[in-house]
């Protein structure tokens, strides 16, 4: 939606490689910032989170950094390997913290 | 897996009918969210729930109500169906916005 933006749609890499997708939100009093991955026919699932109050966490090979005063923040995904390709939304909370707002998500491609 | 489910799965349904899906979790989660996802605008919020009768708009609401009756139940009526909400609909749950939120399988509707 307009309230988070994402980019790129989509990104190929090749296998090894590093893929970074990026996200920026409009509501300053947002302060909860998932990442949902959806594979092929399949549910979205949260693969890693960040609350306003850290700039960055880690789990394993992906990574999320959190930009308050720019209102951004990004998925790193390292050594990217082929079950890495799916769909990646950010998502951010807005109006008073009740509306779970997904951006136009990316669809990330590893090529083997 | 937690415990939301949808129905149907599948549906077919003509330009003009009324349509209603259900998302049934057994959570007991307060908070629970209607999208729509289709290819390049990612997952779009309809209406979400904050509560039993507590319901409020999202940003693609144009044609849809809901109805939250009981906590375990989510309902989301296209009164008229119209070719542009032919669309895969999903659910998702949640205790509180600021956490991991739960999705249903998704139910693919199709308005011929």
């Known amino acids: 939606g307009e309230n988070v933006e994402q980019h790129p749609s989509t990104l190929s890499v090749q296998e090894g490689d590093s893929a970074v997708i990026k996200c920026t939100y409009s509501d300053s009093a947002s302060n909860y910032f998932p990442w949902y991955k959806q594979e092929l026919g399949k549910r979205p699932q949260l693969i890693i989170d960040i609350r306003s109050n850290v700039g960055e966490k880690k789990d394993q090979r992906i990574a999320v950094t959190l930009n308050k005063t720019a209102k951004h923040f990004s998925l790193h995904i390292t050594e990217t390997q082929p079950e890495d390709s799916a769909v990646y939304f950010c998502?951010?909370?807005?109006?008073?913290?009740?509306?779970?707002?997904f951006g136009g998500g990316t669809r990330l491609m590893v090529k083997p | 897996d937690a415990g939301i489910t949808q129905s149907p799965r599948h549906k077919v349904t003509e330009t003009g009918t009324p349509v209603t899906l259900r998302c049934h979790q057994t959570e007991n989660h307060r908070y629970m969210y209607w999208y729509r996802q289709d290819p390049g605008h990612g997952l779009r919020l309809i209406h979400y729930s904050y509560g039993v009768k507590d319901t409020d708009k999202g940003e693609v609401s144009d044609g849809y109500s809901v109805s939250r009756s009981k906590t375990e139940d989510f309902l989301l009526t296209l009164e008229s169906a119209t070719s542009s909400q032919t669309s895969v609909y999903f659910c998702a749950i949640t205790d509180r916005p600021n956490t991991e939120a739960f999705f249903g399988q998704g139910t693919r509707l199709t308005v011929v």
């Open positions: 998502a951010a909370i807005i109006n008073a913290g009740n509306m779970l707002t």
